[in-house]
């Protein structure tokens, strides 16, 4: 759904790592983990009880005194009367006559006559009995760990009351119901298309420039002094980018990600993680349904799904497996309609065999393609048979030759082969 969609590719939803950094009831800092988090915050609410018990029975021990005094003028109420009529110093009589303290007698100074009344009288008996009773209760509090344990689950248990779920306050602001079918919407769908043409040096700088720019125009590209161009492709801004790596592993990377063309671009080495030694074989726009034709400088090869190698990490994936002193060296795309593999040596020897003859494979080392006594393998490609082989004549013309006469190279895999025809490129490439 688009929801999830949204959470997933959106600030909607986020993770943070908690970093749980406390005083705890020493002041003193730590790192603690929940469990013993949430056994301090309990611990400190005991002490909270325990302190909110103390200060309360501070208070019913101010009142009592008070009301103490109140019963005590209450039962010599008479002789209170005369004592303030009559009295230049009424206070300190009190207290000698009386046993009052300061704040008792002060306290009977300041009452009101309209509390000289039996019902008053009452009601002080009662306020007394109930605060002395209610000191009971705070004081045997304080003695028991048990009773401040029973307290504080009673304390904690009432807060439903307050925050549950049926509640105002508590009540969720969103709902939480059964989600429909959810439908898996790609990343691609948060990315504006537009075509690009992807540049990658000989020193490993990448960039993409907007467009796709014809492959006669790809001289006019910049490069810093003593760089040039190694790679070039047309692609989407919504396409993955292969990058093939000559020990074997592959990288993905997104094409919306690379820098603009108006400068040098970036290290292609500071979005993936490829090896110092290792060189860069191959950059291919990846296709969902496509495939790749994989081979080694061993002679060893393998048809792979592209699927299979797109990586989701820095570190890419190892593909293909390698002989010692071996490396990849060939990754071509491999077009629906081709059924015959054309591969050449280092010793030129030409050999075709059917494409059917190469496994299917999503890792590993293959197959042999070509046997050499000396050398190892030049290139390789696929082909559609009846069309023939074609390879770029020299001389900087762009003119193409074509060969539809295969039959004397045309042997079974892991064949020698034999020197192909005229004009064949003396560097051993294809292309």
Do not use: C
Not at 65 to 81: Q, S
Not at 205 to 218: C, E, F, L, M, S
Not at 253 to 259: E, H, M, T, V
């Amino acid at each position: 759904m688009l929801k999830e969609s949204l959470y997933r590719l959106t600030e909607l939803e986020s993770r943070f790592a908690l970093n749980l950094n406390v005083l705890d009831a020493t002041r003193t800092p730590k790192v603690m983990g929940l469990h013993q988090l949430l056994t301090e915050w309990l611990q400190h609410q005991i002490v909270v009880l325990v302190r909110r018990a103390e200060h309360r029975i501070g208070k019913i021990d101010d009142r009592l005194e008070l009301v103490g005094g109140y019963l005590i003028a209450f039962l010599n109420l008479d002789r209170v009367i005369e004592i303030i009529r009559t009295e230049d110093e009424p206070k300190a009589v009190m207290i000698a006559e009386f046993e009052l303290t300061d704040r008792q007698a002060e306290a009977i100074l300041n009452m009101r006559l309209r509390s000289l009344r039996k019902l008053e009288e009452m009601e002080l008996k009662r306020e007394q009995a109930d605060l002395t009773a209610e000191r009971e209760e705070l004081a045997k509090l304080i003695a028991s760990k048990d009773r401040q344990k029973t307290r504080l689950r009673k304390d904690l248990t009432a807060l439903r009351t307050v925050y549950g779920l049926d509640t105002l306050l508590g009540a969720r602001r969103t709902t939480i119901a059964e989600a429909a079918p959810a439908r898996d919407i790609p990343l691609d769908a948060m990315i504006e298309k537009e075509p690009v043409t992807v540049i990658l040096s000989k020193r490993g700088w990448i960039r993409a420039q907007r467009g796709h720019v014809t492959p006669d125009q790809w001289g006019e590209f910049k490069f810093k002094e003593g760089d040039e161009l190694l790679f070039a492709a047309h692609a989407q801004t919504t396409d993955k980018l292969l990058v093939a790596a000559s020990d074997g592993r592959f990288f993905t990377i997104g094409a919306d990600k690379l820098p603009g063309g108006r400068g040098f671009g970036e290290p292609l080495r500071l979005m993936v993680d490829i090896d110092p030694e290792a060189r860069i074989v191959a950059l291919i726009p990846a296709s969902a349904d496509g495939r790749l034709l994989l081979a080694s400088t061993s002679g060893h090869g393998f048809v792979v799904q592209i699927a299979e190698v797109i990586a989701e990490t820095r570190k890419g994936r190892n593909v293909v497996n390698l002989k010692p002193k071996a490396q990849l060296s060939v990754v071509r795309p491999i077009a629906p309609a081709d059924d015959s593999v054309a591969v050449v040596g280092e010793n030129r020897k030409l050999v075709v065999f059917p494409l059917s003859e190469v496994p299917v494979m999503a890792r590993g080392q293959g197959v042999m393609l070509q046997k050499y006594r000396d050398g190892g393998l030049s290139d390789a490609t696929s082909f559609v048979f009846a069309e023939g082989l074609s390879w770029a004549m020299g001389g900087g013309t762009g003119r193409m030759r074509t060969e539809t006469d295969l039959g004397p190279w045309r042997v079974a895999r892991s064949a020698s082969g034999r020197m192909p025809p005229t004009g064949f490129p003396r560097n051993n490439r294809f292309n």
